[in-house]
């Protein structure tokens, strides 16, 4: 099994800076993806960024230029930098994870239980 444990929500003001973390650990082989979505009050979960093994980076549209995603591959984690942040960036931010139990097999989806991110004046 896998687990995934973020950290780093909290309050800010419009403008300010946040950084999540997302620490996976358990039985892991291989990590194809990792990813935060974001689920807004009342609202769809959505897509924020993702980032494979290979080093590709996708952004959801209403991100891009203020959040960055970043790994390290050593202690299984990664990370979302937030900057500028805006009102509407509140939501409950979940890591996402692709991860195999050992490199020959398939990989299975885990979603951590997310961190509150609160941008309110």
């Known amino acids: 099994q896998v687990q995934l444990v973020e950290s780093g929500g909290g309050l800010v003001q419009p403008g300010g800076s946040l950084r999540l973390t997302c620490a996976a650990s358990?039985?892991?082989?291989?990590?194809?993806?990792m990813a935060w979505y974001r689920q807004a009050s009342g609202k769809q979960r959505e897509l924020v960024a993702t980032l494979t093994s290979g080093g590709s980076k996708d952004y959801g549209d209403s991100v891009k230029g203020r959040f960055t995603i970043f790994t390290d591959k050593v202690r299984n984690r990664v990370y979302l930098q937030m900057n500028s942040l805006k009102l509407e960036d509140t939501a409950v931010y979940y890591c996402?994870?692709?991860?195999?139990?050992?490199?020959?097999?398939?990989?299975?989806?885990?979603w951590g239980l997310g961190t509150q991110v609160t941008v309110s004046t």
């Open positions: 996402n994870a692709e991860i195999a139990p050992d490199r020959d097999r398939r990989a299975n989806t885990y």
């Open positions: 358990g039985s892991i082989g291989r990590i194809d993806v």
